[in-house]
């Protein structure tokens, strides 16, 4: 059976990728990362998401970006709240160059796995604006993998998947929940309280209730604002 790499941050996206990936009849190897994120509760949501969506092993790889700071999710800066306008303007929640860096590690175990399909729950309609999130990013950074590696330059060449690129995050609720997902596990807040309930304010969770809203379904996590 073919085996993929598929980022896994904790988030409704990521889990609703991963049972794409499943779904496709892939055995999955899940990768997350600790790399100085305030919202590190996150990376309990991906553990469980991983055990639950039943993946083959699941990495957490350390790395530091609070060393170049800049971001509302690694230095101390407010998270912004309640933006009029989601999706214009890049925010200040955007960590520089994460996803670059995330695909580069995903790259090299997929490389040494024998993996050529790397999934990642990237989408370019309901999101917070950044620019690694746009399928021009994820074609120029496939053809970098495949210029750059021992596998691409031998033909073996990789794919960059991005199963919900052109999704809405109504249409992304309810493919994963056809696809068995529980979004309980699941984690998408940038300023979760001290135990763990999502704020509820913030771009991703906005995004997050907007999208079980338009699905129809309710959000069975917790909110501090409820």
């Not at 896994?8 to 790399?35: K, N, P, Q, V, W």
């Not at 092993?57 to 101390?76: C, K, M, P, Q």
Request: aromatic residues 8%.
């Amino acid at each position: 059976m073919s085996c993929a790499v598929v980022l896994l941050s904790g988030g409704l996206d990521s889990a609703t990728t991963l049972a794409i990936a499943r779904a496709e009849g892939l055995d999955c190897y899940a990768m997350s990362f600790a790399y100085g994120q305030r919202h590190a509760v996150e990376l309990q949501a991906a553990g469980r998401v991983a055990r639950s969506l039943g993946v083959i092993e699941h990495r957490t790889v350390e790395i530091d970006l609070r060393a170049f700071g800049t971001s509302a999710l690694t230095d101390n800066i407010d998270v912004p709240k309640n933006r009029a306008a989601i999706g214009h303007g890049i925010p200040t929640t955007y960590v520089p160059a994460r996803n670059t860096i995330f695909l580069s590690y995903a790259l090299a175990w997929a490389e040494v796995l024998s993996a050529r399909d790397i999934f990642i729950g990237v989408n370019a309609l309901d999101y917070s604006g950044y620019p690694d999130c746009r399928p021009e990013f994820i074609r120029q950074f496939e053809k970098a993998a495949n210029l750059g590696t021992r596998a691409g330059i031998s033909g073996d060449e990789f794919r960059i998947r991005t199963p919900l690129i052109a999704m809405t995050k109504a249409e992304i609720v309810q493919r994963g929940t056809q696809l068995g997902v529980d979004f309980s596990l699941t984690h998408s807040c940038y300023d979760p309280a001290a135990d763990g309930a999502a704020c509820g304010e913030c771009d991703s969770c906005r995004l997050r209730l907007k999208g079980f809203a338009d699905a129809g379904i309710e959000d069975p996590i917790r909110y501090a604002m409820r």
